[in-house]
T-cell receptor
Framework: KQEVTQIPAALSVPEGENLVLNCSFTDSAIYNLQWFRQDPGKGLTSLLLIQSSQREQTSGRLNASLDKSSGRSTLYIAASQPGDSATYLCAVLDNNDMRFGAGTRLTVKP | NAGVTQTPKFQVLKTGQSMTLQCAQDMNHNSMYWYRQDPGMGLRLIYYSASEGTTDKGEVPNGYNVSRLNKREFSLRLESAAPSQTSVYFC??????????????FGSGTQLSVL
């Protein structure tokens, strides 16, 4: 059974700092990995999707990498802003279904 | 561009009461899903529907039933609510299920409390 872990559960950084969020998964036989953003009281918004054959995807200040062999993905946020404060979840799609991590709650302080 | 719409946004029930959570999507997606999100845990799949007229159990189906009314609508029913069903419920749909590009689109959620 696929298990997805995100560490740390919470992270607080000053504005302008570059940061990395981590995601690990136990079964490397995945179709893709997605990073989501969740604002309080809201649904999940897809940020980046990395197919299993890809190594990374970029969107603006966000860069997500995937290392299937080690079962790891990172989400890099450059020049963080207070508006980036949210919970970030990763999810892996395998042959059975999509499995989610519990998320990292990010706070960017002005 | 509504996307995935869920109603209600908030609901309080007493133990033993029943209710139906409604979900509709306007993206012409075949696949729809119901998840629950509990503190400190990732989203867990309750039921899904790969196409109109089909439904399948997910990881945590006990205590729930679903109906895929048509391609747009997928409802979740709690027949006899229990405190363990206190959670935030999300409906989602996907564009190209079973492919390497499958992406989920989520509704804004229903916060349910069972007293």
């Amino acid at each position: 059974k696929q298990e997805v872990t995100q560490i740390p559960a919470a992270l607080s950084v000053p504005e302008g700092e570059n940061l990395v969020l981590n995601c690990s998964f136990t079964d490397s036989a995945i179709y893709n990995l997605q990073w989501f953003r969740q604002d309080p009281g809201k649904g999940l918004t897809s940020l980046l999707l990395i197919q299993s054959s890809q190594r990374e995807q970029t969107s603006g200040r966000l860069n997500a990498s995937l290392d299937k062999s080690s079962g790891r993905s990172t989400l890099y946020i450059a020049a963080s802003q207070p508006g980036d404060s949210a919970t970030y979840l990763c999810a892996v799609l395998d042959n059975n279904d999509m499995r989610f991590g519990a998320g990292t709650r990010l706070t960017v302080k002005p | 561009n509504a996307g995935v719409t869920q109603t209600p946004k908030f609901q309080v029930l007493k133990t033993g009461q029943s209710m139906t959570l409604q979900c509709a999507q306007d993206m012409n997606h075949n696949s729809m899903y119901w998840y629950r999100q509990d503190p400190g845990m990732g989203l867990r799949l309750i039921y899904y529907s790969a196409s109109e007229g089909t439904t399948d159990k997910g990881e945590v189906p006990n205590g729930y039933n679903v109906s895929r009314l048509n391609k747009r609508e997928f409802s979740l029913r709690l027949e006899s609510a229990a405190p363990s069903q206190t959670s935030v419920y999300f409906c989602a749909s996907s564009d190209v299920p079973g492919t390497f590009n499958e992406k989920l689109f989520f509704g804004s959620g229903t916060q349910l409390s069972v007293l």
